[in-house]
């Protein structure tokens, strides 16, 4: 199964630092954000990992390399800055992902969840790793129904991490389009499963919480 992470955002409310620096290499203790999903990634036996990019996209590219590093195959997606939104940018890499399912990760988190357990999902074209809601979305996304991701309360946030099928964008007709909008048609066919992550994890959309997780991380709290 590959890899792929989304790290094409500009990072605005990480201003001023991301006006220099593309979000995903802001560091986060001895690593970068991506790097410490990379880690993860390589730890849980991952070989090849698409990267989409597209604010400051080839300082990403060239600091991350050819993956070596991380003992990873690394192959870039470009796109132009806002062009595409997250689920356009994942149908435009689908020359890189190949047929079938890949596990999907949002470079925005900082999370100690185990990337081995997305190579062992339920047998559904979608599937979402959940969290608590967090101070600033506690209304939540998806419920859940034993393992079946549903449109009820009680609601978790969606931890931007899964698996998914390529099928599922694949079949769309528009170049732009959010990831939601292909969770929810999953969700609406029973095609969608989930399941709640209780360790670490932290949205990594403001200072306060990039302070937080550079604190983790400099505590040790976090594997990679």
């Not at 990267?51 to 060239?62: K, S």
């Not at 949205?203 to 709290?221: F, K, M, N, W, Y």
Request: aromatic share 6%; with cysteine.
């Amino acid at each position: 199964m590959k890899a792929m992470i989304l790290a094409a955002g500009r990072g605005e409310r990480l201003r001023p630092l991301t006006d220099h620096t593309p979000k995903p290499l802001i560091d986060v203790g001895s690593r970068s954000l991506i790097g410490h999903h990379l880690a993860g990634l390589a730890r849980a036996g991952f070989g090849d990992v698409v990267i989409n990019v597209a604010y400051r996209g080839r300082q990403i590219i060239d600091a991350l390399g050819d993956g070596r590093a991380w003992g990873l195959r690394l192959h870039f997606s470009e796109e132009q800055p806002g062009e595409l939104d997250t689920g356009g940018g994942v149908r435009n890499a689908l020359p890189l992902l190949g047929d079938g399912a890949f596990a999907l990760i949002s470079a925005d988190v900082f999370t100690d969840f185990d990337y081995a357990r997305l190579r062992h999902r339920d047998d559904a074209d979608v599937h979402c790793v959940l969290v608590d809601n967090p101070p600033h979305h506690i209304d939540g996304d998806f419920g859940l129904d034993g393992r079946a991701l549903v449109d009820a309360a009680p609601r978790y946030t969606y931890a931007g991490m899964g698996v998914f099928d390529t099928a599922r964008f694949a079949a769309r007709d528009t170049q732009r389009f959010a990831l939601s909008a292909v969770i929810q048609e999953a969700m609406q066919a029973g095609r969608a499963s989930g399941e709640r992550h209780a360790g670490r994890w932290i949205d990594v959309g403001r200072p306060s919480a990039l302070e937080q997780a550079r604190a983790v991380a400099c505590g040790g709290h976090v594997a990679g």
